[in-house]
């Protein structure tokens, strides 16, 4: 049974950074696009960041772009989030795609998700 585990959040201030990490069990994605979404207040689930297998290919979401790295080691990926928001906070959720190859940047895309961990920024 594959299970996707983030950590790494908490409440930080306006310009502060944060790290999250989300690790993969009980599966294998060596061939698959994951990515982080977000959950901000009143809205729905978003895309925010994705990555390729080898690292080769990422995409961000306009709001986070120059501001959001996403990396991955093997099948654990990580999101370097730096000038945080307050427009930033909600549940950030990893996901991943069981189709190999394929490249997706929306909720429906991805079969595999995480909890999510709360990402507060105050102002």
């Known amino acids: 049974q594959v299970q996707l585990v983030e950590s790494g959040g908490g409440l930080v201030q306006t310009g502060d950074s944060l790290r999250l990490s989300c690790a993969a069990s009980?599966?294998?994605?060596?061939?698959?696009?994951m990515a982080w979404f977000r959950r901000v207040p009143g809205k729905e689930r978003e895309f925010v960041a994705c990555?390729?297998?080898?690292?080769?290919r990422t995409a961000y979401a306009d709001s986070v772009k120059g501001r959001f790295t996403i990396s991955r080691k093997n099948d654990a990926i990580f999101l370097e989030m730096n000038s945080l928001r307050p427009e930033d906070t909600g549940i950030y959720y990893c996901?991943?795609?069981?189709?190999?190859?394929?490249?997706?940047?929306?909720?429906?895309?991805?079969?595999?998700w995480g909890q999510g961990t709360q990402v507060t920024v105050s102002s």
């Open positions: 996901a991943a795609d069981r189709t190999p190859w394929h490249f997706g940047r929306t909720v429906d895309e991805y079969d595999y």
């Open positions: 009980g599966g294998t994605f060596s061939s698959n696009f």
């Open positions: 990555i390729s297998w080898s690292s080769a």
